[in-house]
């Protein structure tokens, strides 16, 4: 059996078990596959960004597990081993969600070809979620639109077409005539290097700016509307995504522009009563002081870099998800606490 998206490859038979990723730290530039041989590799894949986007995540930490027990690890070493990949990032809470699922098998149940099924079942699904939230959410967009997005939402970030990215994708193929600016995304340029090298390989019109540039951009009237993707929703709406997320709705505001936020059910977490709950994943200082091999920032300086903000749910104008679109009032009536 074979399993392919735009970042994650699987090759599965009863002798071997192979699963590639495309590293994302090297895009646009380069693309290079990296055949992930150990849980440590995966861990490492997700800490630092060569695997990224909440549903990807959680989908490559289920295939890992589903590669471990193929391979003949014990019952005990895959919960160890399965309960370090739940914690190799903490925003995101399809990781969790999904390395979740694969335990509770692995406890009540534990037989290799289950483990492997229930991970191939999830990518499938993952595949299946896209489809349906940007189904959802190409009926929002219309022809002439301008619309802005944040960080990375596509084929990169999921096992299918992508979240927010999704909806735009769907839309321009319906033969809808829109114009995408894509923000950089700092610090790790998740807009720059890959948004912008997903839209461009698909045809799809976009100008990229620095995330600096909306607010002006949104006085000249140049966007009309904002789609985003997200982390983690919280029951009353709030939801967390990449930072800046949070001044791209504050700015929609004040310019009363609609924001959308488009996210699969695997993104809302029904145990969080509010963004409040979310925790923020902190990143490294060197990655504001400069990427790669190159610094702008002085040495031995303070550096704050919280990796994802959270967007309060009065900011949201409507919330694509894969059953349904949802507006304030069906948020306020407790949708999210059984999507
Ligand atoms: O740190 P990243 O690149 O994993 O952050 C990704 C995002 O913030 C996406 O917008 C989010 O995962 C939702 S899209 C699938």
């Known amino acids: ?33 990296i055949d992930i041989k150990s849980n440590d590799e995966m861990i490492e894949a997700i800490k630092s960004l060569r695997v990224r986007g909440a549903p990807l995540i959680g989908v490559a930490a289920s295939l890992m597990i589903a590669k471990l027990a193929h391979a003949g690890v014990s019952r005990d070493e895959l919960l160890v081993m399965s309960q370090m990949l739940f914690e190799a990032r903490p925003t995101a809470v399809n990781l969790m969600n999904c390395v979740d699922r694969m335990t509770k098998v692995i406890r009540d149940n534990f037989n290799k070809e289950k483990i492997v099924d229930l991970a191939v079942q999830i990518f499938n699904e993952d595949v299946q979620l896209c489809e349906r939230m940007s189904a959802n959410g190409a009926e929002l967009l219309q022809d002439g639109d301008q619309i802005l997005t944040h960080c990375n939402t596509g084929g990169l970030a999921t096992a299918g077409v992508g979240t927010a990215l999704g909806v735009i994708r769907r839309a321009h193929e319906h033969g809808k005539k829109i114009h995408v600016y894509v923000d950089e995304t700092r610090p790790l340029l998740q807009g720059g290097r890959l948004t912008s090298w997903e839209l461009k390989k698909l045809g799809i019109p976009f100008t990229l700016i620095t995330d600096n540039m909306a607010a ?4 000249l009237g140049k966007i009309n509307k904002a789609i985003v993707g997200s982390d983690r929703i919280a029951v009353n709406g709030d939801f967390a995504n990449k930072i800046g997320t949070y001044s791209v709705a504050v700015n929609c505001f004040y310019h009363r522009i609609p924001f959308y936020v488009a996210a699969p059910y695997t993104t809302v977490d029904p145990l969080c009563a509010n963004g409040s709950f979310i925790p923020i994943e902190q990143r490294k200082r060197e990655e504001v002081k400069g990427y790669g091999d190159l610094q702008w920032a002085p040495n031995d300086i303070e550096v704050y870099n919280p990796s994802f903000d959270v967007t309060p749910h009065q900011l949201v104008t409507e919330w694509i998800l894969d059953k349904a679109v949802y507006f304030k009032k069906d948020i306020e009536e407790g949708v999210l606490k059984s999507c």
């Open 216 to 219: 002006h951009l949104m006085s």
């Open 1 to 33: 059996m074979k399993l392919e998206s735009l970042a994650l490859a699987a090759e599965i038979d009863s002798s071997k078990f192979n699963l590639l990723l495309l590293d994302q730290t090297l895009l646009p530039h380069e693309e290079k596959w």
